[in-house]
Protein backbone atom coordinates (compact mmCIF):
# COMPACT_ATOMS: atom_id res chain seq x y z
CA UNK A 1 0.00 0.00 0.00
CA UNK A 2 1.40 3.23 -0.73
CA UNK A 3 0.68 4.26 2.75
CA UNK A 4 2.75 7.40 2.55
CA UNK A 5 0.68 9.34 0.10
CA UNK A 6 -2.50 7.91 2.00
CA UNK A 7 -0.63 8.71 5.29
CA UNK A 8 -0.36 12.25 4.08
CA UNK A 9 -3.70 13.20 2.00
CA UNK A 10 -6.10 11.08 3.98
CA UNK A 11 -8.35 8.34 3.05
CA UNK A 12 -12.45 8.19 3.03
CA UNK A 13 -14.67 5.07 4.16
CA UNK A 14 -17.91 6.20 3.01
CA UNK A 15 -20.04 3.54 4.70
CA UNK A 16 -18.69 0.78 7.19
CA UNK A 17 -20.98 -2.08 7.26
CA UNK A 18 -19.69 -5.45 6.98
CA UNK A 19 -17.83 -4.52 3.66
CA UNK A 20 -16.56 -1.44 5.26
CA UNK A 21 -15.40 -2.98 8.40
CA UNK A 22 -14.03 -5.87 7.01
CA UNK A 23 -11.58 -3.90 4.20
CA UNK A 24 -10.95 -1.10 7.59
CA UNK A 25 -9.39 -3.98 9.51
CA UNK A 26 -7.42 -4.94 7.01
CA UNK A 27 -6.12 -2.10 5.82
CA UNK A 28 -5.33 -1.13 9.84
CA UNK A 29 -3.41 -4.66 10.20
CA UNK A 30 -1.09 -4.01 7.58
CA UNK A 31 -0.20 -0.40 9.36
CA UNK A 32 -2.66 2.33 7.79
CA UNK A 33 -2.54 4.94 10.77
CA UNK A 34 -6.06 5.38 12.19
CA UNK A 35 -5.09 8.80 12.18
CA UNK A 36 -5.31 9.31 8.63
CA UNK A 37 -8.37 7.56 8.09
CA UNK A 38 -11.76 8.83 8.12
CA UNK A 39 -15.11 7.42 8.24
CA UNK A 40 -18.56 8.68 7.49
CA UNK A 41 -21.14 6.42 8.63
CA UNK A 42 -24.58 6.87 10.53
CA UNK A 43 -24.61 4.18 12.89
CA UNK A 44 -20.91 3.58 13.45
CA UNK A 45 -20.73 0.62 15.56
CA UNK A 46 -19.03 -0.03 18.68
CA UNK A 47 -15.62 -1.88 16.69
CA UNK A 48 -15.66 1.04 14.36
CA UNK A 49 -15.34 3.40 17.33
CA UNK A 50 -12.81 1.11 19.18
CA UNK A 51 -10.50 1.37 16.22
CA UNK A 52 -9.20 5.52 16.75
CA UNK A 53 -10.50 6.36 13.22
CA UNK A 54 -12.21 9.92 12.98
CA UNK A 55 -15.65 8.96 12.36
CA UNK A 56 -18.46 11.73 11.17
CA UNK A 57 -15.59 14.69 11.01
CA UNK A 58 -14.97 17.03 8.71
CA UNK A 59 -12.72 16.05 5.70
CA UNK A 60 -10.06 16.73 4.08
CA UNK A 61 -9.95 18.41 1.16
CA UNK A 62 -8.44 16.33 -1.21
CA UNK A 63 -7.74 12.99 0.49
CA UNK A 64 -5.76 10.36 -1.74
CA UNK A 65 -8.63 8.24 -1.92
CA UNK A 66 -12.44 8.04 -1.43
CA UNK A 67 -13.90 4.47 -0.77
CA UNK A 68 -17.27 4.22 -1.57
CA UNK A 69 -18.88 1.16 0.32
CA UNK A 70 -22.72 2.15 1.16
CA UNK A 71 -25.16 0.50 0.07
CA UNK A 72 -26.55 1.35 -3.46
CA UNK A 73 -30.07 2.65 -2.56
CA UNK A 74 -28.26 4.85 -0.25
CA UNK A 75 -26.18 6.81 -2.50
CA UNK A 76 -28.07 9.33 -3.95
CA UNK A 77 -27.97 10.59 -0.37
CA UNK A 78 -24.35 10.22 0.60
CA UNK A 79 -22.37 10.68 -3.00
CA UNK A 80 -23.29 14.39 -3.38
CA UNK A 81 -22.09 15.39 0.09
CA UNK A 82 -18.31 14.67 -2.09
CA UNK A 83 -18.92 16.42 -4.94
CA UNK A 84 -15.85 18.88 -4.08
CA UNK A 85 -13.31 16.68 -4.28
CA UNK A 86 -14.42 15.24 -7.72
CA UNK A 87 -12.81 16.43 -10.79
CA UNK A 88 -9.21 16.24 -8.68
CA UNK A 89 -6.71 13.98 -7.56
CA UNK A 90 -8.74 12.12 -5.49
CA UNK A 91 -9.29 8.75 -6.53
CA UNK A 92 -13.16 7.35 -5.78
CA UNK A 93 -13.05 3.66 -5.54
CA UNK A 94 -16.76 2.29 -5.19
CA UNK A 95 -17.54 -1.45 -4.22
CA UNK A 96 -21.54 -0.13 -4.62
CA UNK A 97 -23.02 -3.11 -6.27
CA UNK A 98 -25.15 -1.92 -9.57
CA UNK A 99 -23.73 1.78 -9.72
CA UNK A 100 -21.72 2.09 -13.24
CA UNK A 101 -19.15 4.69 -13.48
CA UNK A 102 -21.22 6.55 -15.90
CA UNK A 103 -23.30 7.62 -12.48
CA UNK A 104 -20.28 8.49 -10.35
CA UNK A 105 -18.71 10.83 -12.96
CA UNK A 106 -22.54 12.40 -13.46
CA UNK A 107 -22.09 13.46 -9.82
CA UNK A 108 -18.63 14.22 -9.27
CA UNK A 109 -17.10 15.32 -12.62
CA UNK A 110 -16.09 13.70 -15.93
CA UNK A 111 -13.08 13.60 -15.17
CA UNK A 112 -12.97 12.20 -11.81
CA UNK A 113 -10.75 9.23 -11.60
CA UNK A 114 -13.19 6.38 -10.75
CA UNK A 115 -12.29 2.68 -9.98
CA UNK A 116 -15.28 0.83 -10.04
CA UNK A 117 -15.06 -3.02 -7.74
CA UNK A 118 -16.86 -5.88 -7.33
CA UNK A 119 -15.80 -7.90 -4.01
CA UNK A 120 -17.66 -10.84 -2.42
CA UNK A 121 -18.26 -11.64 0.90
CA UNK A 122 -15.24 -13.76 1.94
CA UNK A 123 -13.92 -10.33 2.02
CA UNK A 124 -15.10 -10.50 5.53
CA UNK A 125 -12.31 -13.42 6.51
CA UNK A 126 -9.57 -12.16 4.41
CA UNK A 127 -10.73 -14.89 1.07
CA UNK A 128 -12.40 -12.14 -0.95
CA UNK A 129 -11.92 -12.21 -4.56
CA UNK A 130 -12.67 -8.36 -5.83
CA UNK A 131 -12.64 -7.65 -9.85
CA UNK A 132 -11.30 -3.54 -11.06
CA UNK A 133 -11.93 -1.46 -13.86
CA UNK A 134 -11.13 1.86 -13.97
CA UNK A 135 -12.02 5.04 -16.05
CA UNK A 136 -9.61 7.09 -18.03
CA UNK A 137 -8.48 9.72 -15.41
CA UNK A 138 -7.05 6.85 -13.15
CA UNK A 139 -3.48 6.47 -13.29
CA UNK A 140 -1.56 2.95 -13.54
CA UNK A 141 0.19 4.22 -9.64
CA UNK A 142 -3.60 4.95 -8.65
CA UNK A 143 -5.07 1.86 -9.87
CA UNK A 144 -1.93 0.11 -8.71
CA UNK A 145 -3.12 1.57 -4.87
CA UNK A 146 -6.34 0.47 -5.47
CA UNK A 147 -5.55 -2.91 -6.10
CA UNK A 148 -3.19 -2.76 -3.31
CA UNK A 149 -6.00 -1.18 -1.10
CA UNK A 150 -8.38 -4.12 -2.09
CA UNK A 151 -5.95 -6.88 -1.65
CA UNK A 152 -6.44 -6.40 2.34
CA UNK A 153 -9.25 -8.29 1.94
CA UNK A 154 -8.28 -10.95 -0.51
CA UNK A 155 -7.30 -11.50 -4.12
CA UNK A 156 -7.86 -9.13 -6.90
CA UNK A 157 -8.16 -9.43 -10.65
CA UNK A 158 -8.29 -6.81 -13.41
CA UNK A 159 -10.79 -6.18 -15.96
CA UNK A 160 -10.96 -5.27 -19.77
CA UNK A 161 -13.63 -3.51 -19.71
CA UNK A 162 -17.06 -2.23 -17.22
CA UNK A 163 -19.51 -4.60 -18.98
CA UNK A 164 -17.73 -7.75 -17.64
CA UNK A 165 -18.42 -6.42 -13.94
CA UNK A 166 -21.58 -8.31 -15.08
CA UNK A 167 -20.50 -11.46 -15.13
CA UNK A 168 -18.47 -11.15 -12.55
CA UNK A 169 -21.51 -10.37 -10.26
CA UNK A 170 -23.08 -13.71 -11.61
CA UNK A 171 -19.90 -15.64 -11.01
CA UNK A 172 -17.86 -14.29 -7.77
CA UNK A 173 -20.23 -11.76 -6.36
CA UNK A 174 -23.24 -14.19 -6.14
CA UNK A 175 -21.52 -17.23 -6.44
CA UNK A 176 -21.00 -17.66 -2.12
CA UNK A 177 -24.50 -17.71 -1.95
CA UNK A 178 -24.71 -20.54 -4.41
CA UNK A 179 -21.96 -22.22 -2.45
CA UNK A 180 -23.64 -22.04 0.55
CA UNK A 181 -26.85 -23.22 -0.65
CA UNK A 182 -24.64 -26.19 -2.13
CA UNK A 183 -23.91 -27.52 1.65
CA UNK A 184 -27.15 -27.06 2.71
CA UNK A 185 -28.27 -29.58 -0.20
CA UNK A 186 -25.03 -31.55 0.67
CA UNK A 187 -26.25 -31.72 4.67
CA UNK A 188 -29.87 -32.55 3.86
CA UNK A 189 -28.96 -35.30 1.56
CA UNK A 190 -26.52 -36.85 3.85
CA UNK A 191 -29.71 -36.40 6.66
CA UNK A 192 -31.64 -38.47 3.71
CA UNK A 193 -29.09 -41.19 3.95
CA UNK A 194 -29.26 -41.52 7.84
CA UNK A 195 -26.83 -39.12 9.11
CA UNK A 196 -27.98 -37.13 12.19
CA UNK A 197 -28.13 -33.14 11.70
CA UNK A 198 -25.32 -31.85 13.00
CA UNK A 199 -22.74 -34.37 11.84
CA UNK A 200 -24.30 -34.13 7.82
CA UNK A 201 -23.73 -30.16 8.21
CA UNK A 202 -20.15 -30.99 9.83
CA UNK A 203 -19.24 -33.29 6.74
CA UNK A 204 -20.89 -30.84 4.29
CA UNK A 205 -19.16 -27.96 5.41
CA UNK A 206 -16.06 -29.58 5.75
CA UNK A 207 -15.90 -31.10 2.53
CA UNK A 208 -16.51 -27.93 0.59
CA UNK A 209 -14.36 -25.71 2.50
CA UNK A 210 -11.29 -28.52 2.24
CA UNK A 211 -12.28 -28.67 -1.51
CA UNK A 212 -11.92 -25.27 -2.24
CA UNK A 213 -8.56 -24.66 -0.53
CA UNK A 214 -6.97 -27.86 -2.55
CA UNK A 215 -8.70 -26.25 -5.54
CA UNK A 216 -6.55 -22.92 -4.87
CA UNK A 217 -3.58 -24.42 -3.71
CA UNK A 218 -2.83 -27.42 -6.00
CA UNK A 219 -1.29 -27.31 -9.35
CA UNK A 220 -3.65 -29.45 -10.69
CA UNK A 221 -6.65 -27.99 -12.31
CA UNK A 222 -10.01 -28.53 -10.91
CA UNK A 223 -10.97 -31.19 -13.69
CA UNK A 224 -7.64 -33.53 -13.02
CA UNK A 225 -8.36 -33.34 -8.84
CA UNK A 226 -11.83 -34.44 -9.84
CA UNK A 227 -10.29 -37.49 -11.92
CA UNK A 228 -8.16 -37.85 -9.38
CA UNK A 229 -10.54 -38.68 -6.58
CA UNK A 230 -12.87 -40.80 -9.36
CA UNK A 231 -11.79 -44.76 -9.63
CA UNK A 232 -13.55 -46.48 -12.34
CA UNK A 233 -16.59 -47.93 -11.25
CA UNK A 234 -16.56 -46.93 -7.59
CA UNK A 235 -18.81 -44.57 -5.49
CA UNK A 236 -17.43 -40.96 -7.10
CA UNK A 237 -18.53 -42.20 -9.72
CA UNK A 238 -21.96 -43.15 -9.69
CA UNK A 239 -22.16 -39.88 -7.99
CA UNK A 240 -20.70 -37.83 -11.11
CA UNK A 241 -22.95 -39.49 -13.73
CA UNK A 242 -25.99 -37.75 -12.02
CA UNK A 243 -24.52 -34.16 -11.22
CA UNK A 244 -22.52 -34.06 -14.91
CA UNK A 245 -25.66 -34.86 -16.49
CA UNK A 246 -25.75 -33.06 -19.86
CA UNK A 247 -29.50 -32.32 -19.81
CA UNK A 248 -30.13 -32.37 -15.67
CA UNK A 249 -27.17 -32.18 -13.69
CA UNK A 250 -25.08 -29.00 -12.98
CA UNK A 251 -23.37 -28.20 -15.98
CA UNK A 252 -26.33 -26.52 -17.08
CA UNK A 253 -27.94 -25.52 -13.91
CA UNK A 254 -24.74 -23.30 -13.50
CA UNK A 255 -24.60 -21.68 -16.31
CA UNK A 256 -28.41 -20.87 -15.89
CA UNK A 257 -27.79 -19.62 -12.56
CA UNK A 258 -24.94 -17.48 -13.23
CA UNK A 259 -26.96 -16.30 -16.38
CA UNK A 260 -29.92 -15.08 -14.34
CA UNK A 261 -27.54 -13.27 -11.73
CA UNK A 262 -25.94 -11.81 -14.63
CA UNK A 263 -28.72 -10.44 -16.31
CA UNK A 264 -30.21 -9.27 -12.82
CA UNK A 265 -26.87 -7.52 -12.75
CA UNK A 266 -27.66 -5.27 -15.88
CA UNK A 267 -31.39 -4.51 -15.48
CA UNK A 268 -30.20 -3.03 -11.83
CA UNK A 269 -27.35 -1.19 -13.64
CA UNK A 270 -29.68 0.34 -16.56
CA UNK A 271 -32.38 1.18 -13.62
Not at 222 to 231: D, E, K, Y
Request: glycine share 10%; aromatic share 2%; hydrophobic share 45%.
Amino acid sequence: MEKNRIAAKGLVLLGCGKMGSAMLAGWLDRGLPPSSVYVLDPNPSDWLQSTGVSINTDLPDAPAVVLVAVKPQMMGDALPRLQQMGGGTTVFVSVAAGTTIAHFESVLGTKTPIVRAMPNTPAAVGKGITAIIANPHVSQAQLDEADTLLQAVGQVVRLDEEAQIDAVTGVSGSGPAYVFHMIECLAAAGVAQGLPDGIAMQLAKATVAGAGALAETSQDTPAQLRINVTSPNGTTQAGLEVLMDEATGLPEMIRKTVAAAADRSRELANG
